[in-house]
T-cell receptor, first 117, second 113 residues
Framework: ETGVTQSPTHLIKTRGQQVTLRCSSQ?????VSWYQQALGQGPQFIFQ???????GRGNFPPRFSGLQFPNYSSELNVNALELDDSALYLC????????????????FGPGTRLTVL | AQTVTQSQPEMSVQEAETVTLSCTYD???????LFWYKQPPSRQMILVIR????KQQNATENRFSVNFQKAAKSFSLKISDSQLGDTAMYFC??????????WGAGTKLIIKP
């Protein structure tokens, strides 16, 4: 069973640029969540996608946007990059349903380290 | 709003010792989930243990167990027979009905040989 994968591993951008981060969910999982983890802090929820629809959003501005595709993979897009966007971006997938191993349990990818100069 | 507090920024124990990491949370929800995740230097967030709030029995996974005190809103993690591979950041996280994880700031755990 393939786990959650993310690409790229590392990325360096300059202020004002746009970036797209990618995530492939674990086989059988239809829900993808994105988190931003600044250095030395816990992750912050950005948004969640369920069956190609946004299913909740954290306190992030509209320049953070996402997509989920029919195969349940997902993209995180950030426009007009700012220095404070430098962080580790984590993607997590979860399966349908509740209970042990259900929708409530999220499985994470290795993350994408974004540096904005 | 829900909050999660981990009051120990860093802990250090000798290999084979037992260590307990603390976590408290604040919520008005009655049904929710609590998690401990481990993040080693490789950065990948790894699920350690999961607890459903409506279950009174404390969750256990091999050397890892929790002490869940719902009234006190406390959720501590006990690691028995600690191993060098347990060295990592440990995050406590809360999830309510909308399936968003709310995280603590983490505890850096160092296991010394």
């Amino acid at each position: 069973e393939t786990g959650v994968t993310q690409s790229p591993t590392h990325l360096i951008k300059t202020r004002g640029q746009q970036v797209t981060l990618r995530c492939s969910s674990q086989s059988g999982h239809n829900t993808v969540s994105w988190y931003q983890q600044a250095l030395g802090q816990g992750p912050q929820f950005i948004f969640q996608y369920y069956r190609e629809e946004e299913n909740g959003r954290g306190n992030f501005p509209p320049r953070f946007s996402g997509l989920q595709f029919p195969n349940y993979s997902s993209e995180l897009n950030v426009n007009a990059l700012e220095l404070d966007d430098s962080a580790l971006y984590l993607c997590a997938s979860s399966p349908t349903g509740t209970g042990e191993g259900g929708t409530d349990t999220q499985y994470f990818g290795p993350g994408t380290r974004l540096t904005v100069l | 709003a829900q909050t999660v507090t981990q009051s120990q920024p860093e802990m250090s124990v000798q290999e084979a010792e037992t260590v307990t990491l603390s976590c408290t949370y604040d919520t008005s929800e009655s049904n929710y989930y609590l998690f401990w995740y481990k993040q080693p230097p490789s950065r990948q967030m790894i699920l350690v243990i999961r607890q459903e709030a409506y279950k009174q029995q404390n969750a256990t996974e091999n050397r890892f167990s929790v002490n869940f005190q719902k009234a006190a809103k406390s959720f501590s993690l006990k690691i028995s027979d600690s191993q060098l591979g347990d060295t990592a950041m440990y995050f406590c996280a809360f999830m309510k009905h909308d399936y968003q994880l709310i995280w603590g700031a983490g505890t850096k755990l160092i296991i010394k040989p």
